[in-house]
């Protein structure tokens, strides 16, 4: 159909015809020789994605074979790549890109990394439907031996809400996942309705002074009434305080700024 627009502008040839019925595409019987083709909504939305995926594939693949010392920078590009399609929502092609990812890159520039893009894929099973996906591939890692940001990943996606509350609590103000993030990340998106989330925000940020009796859930965000109303102000102001996207996801803390951002 590429070749329709760039060279036929649209219209429908017999040696079109024949290509697709030799490669046995699903061409519709009414379609005839003369006639201009269009580019309906859902040919468009498969067509960029097959392109995407592909791009971003095959991109990456050059990138480490050719220049495998900078293994690091293509690790979090292609971290920042698919958090930001699992973030608008576009699972399915994420789950393509990180299932590329982690069955298939041999090496990472750090287990950091690695271990974000594991996180990463679980969730967007988690966000179509498929829990247990979700579940085997967080059950494939030893999260206790990791650090705690992504120990508080798989109590999200375990949707332990107490241990995640603790794991909050111990990871504080100051930690790797700061208020900005609880606010920002898909990963939370189930725990931020819960009200041990309610309790252990109070506490790290706001000293445990309001009371949950008033507390509320209004599409995912917190509606504390009284001083905390601020929240949803906060949540839809919050892309504009947002980090760099290197920061995004739950990553250890990196050695460097340039080596995060990468």
Known sequence: RRNLFVHTDGIISSQYITVCKLHKCNLDDSLKEGQRL?????????????IYEIGVKLGHVLWRKIAPEERAKADSHFVKVTYELIE????????????FACNDFKKFSD?????????????????IGDADRCKNIMRAID?????????????????????AANIMRRIGKEGAVDETDYRDWPL????RKQEQFFAAYQDIFLGGAVSLAASTVVSGSVALVGNVAFWLEKSVNCKAARKSPAAIAPVPA????SAAGT
Do not use: M
């Open 38 to 50: 269009g580019v309906p909504q859902l040919y468009f939305k498969a067509a960029h994605q097959c």
């Open 88 to 99: 608008s929502n576009r699972f399915e092609l994420a789950i393509k890109l990180l299932d």
């Open 111 to 127: 287990e950091g990394n690695q271990l974000t893009l594991i996180v990463n894929r679980a969730q967007a099973y988690k966000w």
């Open 143 to 163: 999260w206790s031996a990791k650090s705690d940001q992504f120990r508080l990943a798989d109590a999200v996606l375990a949707e332990d809400w107490e241990r």
């Open 188 to 191: 939370f998106k189930d725990f």
């Open 254 to 257: 990196a050695p460097s700024a």
